[in-house]
């Protein structure tokens, strides 16, 4: 069952959306918080998989060769995926986290109410808003106000003022 949301908060999400998109807002994780079971953008493959592959060659290389060279593969491919395989797994959370959040009102509620989200200004960065505690509502309208107004929406509405103030003169 969809809740229902209100015109105003329908404006909020779209000039967030639009914040994000022309990149006045950078969208930040706090990967111990959301890399986690039950988010949203949780995949536990790219969890396990880093660390899987190196233990288990060096499984089958304990095997075939010997323990010292086994564990030797092992702890030197572990801290290989660890360091080099880690940036592009948190780049894919990111990305993966950025699209779903943007995708439709009811899951960046859902997303920002589990937490580990952070907003921040791209101008000035000491500027932000932390999931679940701090407002992304609040802290769009207060920074990105100008984001909210449709041109067509605001087009019309000037125009409709300046023919009623000309009917009136």
């Given at each position: 069952?969809?809740?229902?949301?209100?015109?105003?908060?329908?404006?909020?999400?779209?000039?967030?959306?639009?914040?994000?998109?022309?990149?006045?807002?950078?969208?930040?994780?706090?990967?111990?918080?959301?890399?986690?079971?039950?988010?949203?953008?949780?995949?536990?493959?790219?969890?396990?998989?880093?660390?899987?592959?190196?233990?288990?060659i060096?499984?089958?290389?304990?095997?075939?060769?010997?323990?010292?060279?086994?564990?030797?593969?092992?702890?030197i491919?572990?801290?290989?995926?660890?360091?080099?395989?880690?940036?592009?797994?948190?780049?894919?959370?990111?990305?993966?986290a950025?699209?779903?959040?943007?995708?439709?009102?009811?899951?960046?509620?859902?997303?920002?109410?589990?937490?580990g989200?952070?907003?921040?200004?791209?101008?000035?960065?000491?500027?932000?808003?932390?999931?679940?505690?701090?407002?992304?509502?609040?802290?769009?309208?207060?920074?990105?106000?100008?984001?909210?107004?449709?041109?067509?929406?605001?087009?019309?509405?000037?125009?409709?003022?300046?023919?009623?103030?000309?009917?009136a003169?």
């Amino acid at each position: 069952m969809t809740k229902r949301i209100n015109k105003a908060d329908r404006m909020i999400f779209k000039a967030l959306q639009k914040a994000l998109k022309e990149d006045k807002i950078h969208l930040c994780l706090i990967n111990s918080r959301v890399n986690i079971p039950g988010s949203k953008i949780y995949n536990p493959w790219e969890a396990l998989l880093p660390i899987l592959i190196p233990v288990m060659i060096g499984l089958i290389l304990i095997g075939a060769v010997g323990i010292l060279v086994g564990l030797a593969i092992m702890t030197i491919g572990i801290i290989l995926s660890s360091n080099l395989v880690k940036k592009k797994m948190e780049a894919r959370l990111l990305n993966r986290a950025l699209k779903m959040f943007t995708a439709d009102y009811e899951t960046c509620e859902e997303m920002w109410q589990f937490g580990g989200l952070v907003l921040v200004k791209s101008d000035d960065n000491k500027y932000g808003c932390i999931s679940p505690q701090g407002d992304w509502k609040e802290f769009v309208v207060k920074h990105f106000a100008s984001l909210m107004v449709d041109k067509k929406t605001a087009d019309n509405d000037l125009s409709t003022e300046v023919k009623s103030d000309e009917k009136a003169a």
